[in-house]
């Protein structure tokens, strides 16, 4: 497996399904700046209208759809809905996440901590969700709302050492001095 970040703000994605999962996908998709989305249930619930607003569409998608989608996630369906549609996705060569499907998947949704830009992600490439979710929780308490202030702290100093033409190795030293403290209370 190789994590990759994606840029999800420019690419056609399509969420599949209904339910909890279905919803956690969507809030996973809009905090990621996926703009061009389209969530499609056969039989929505109140929750997933509301939530989806105009981008639902009720039913499921089409072959074309499907390939003129760079991403597609699932969550919810049945099986056969599911390995349907992923076969039709990989034969587009379009990227897969069926949730909790590991054998479906291309794609894996990492378990994240997200302040700002700055996000944590922890993957068991689909085998341990439970892991994947207390691993995140402890994450959570380590880098707490503080961090997206600290990243943007980061980010300036980067900016300020390149300006005046500081190599790679200076930047990361001046990083770590900074997020020093940060990382290891004792140090305050």
Not at 20 to 31: S, T, V
Not at 39 to 51: I, T
Not at 61 to 84: K, M, W
């Amino acid at each position: 497996m190789l994590p990759l970040a994606l840029d999800l703000s420019e690419w056609p994605v399509l969420l599949v399904g209904d339910g909890r999962a279905a919803l956690a996908r969507l809030d996973m998709l809009e905090a990621a700046g996926a703009r061009h989305l389209r969530v499609f249930a056969e039989a929505p619930s109140a929750a997933m209208r509301e939530r989806a607003g105009a981008r639902l569409v009720e039913r499921l998608p089409s072959d074309a759809e499907v390939a003129g989608a760079r991403v597609l996630f699932t969550a919810g369906l049945d099986d056969a809905n599911t390995e349907r549609l992923a076969a039709l996705a990989r034969a587009h060569r379009v990227l897969v996440n069926a949730e909790d499907v590991p054998p479906l998947c291309d794609a894996y949704a990492l378990a994240m901590v997200r302040r700002g830009n700055l996000v944590i992600g922890v993957s068991t490439e689909g085998r341990s969700p439970a892991v994947a979710r207390v691993l995140r929780e402890w994450l959570e308490q380590r880098f707490g709302p503080e961090w997206e202030a600290r990243f943007e702290q980061a980010v300036a100093l980067r900016q300020a050492l390149r300006a005046r033409g500081a190599e790679a190795t200076e930047i990361t030293g001046a990083t770590a001095e900074l997020l020093a403290p940060w990382l290891d209370p004792a140090r305050e």
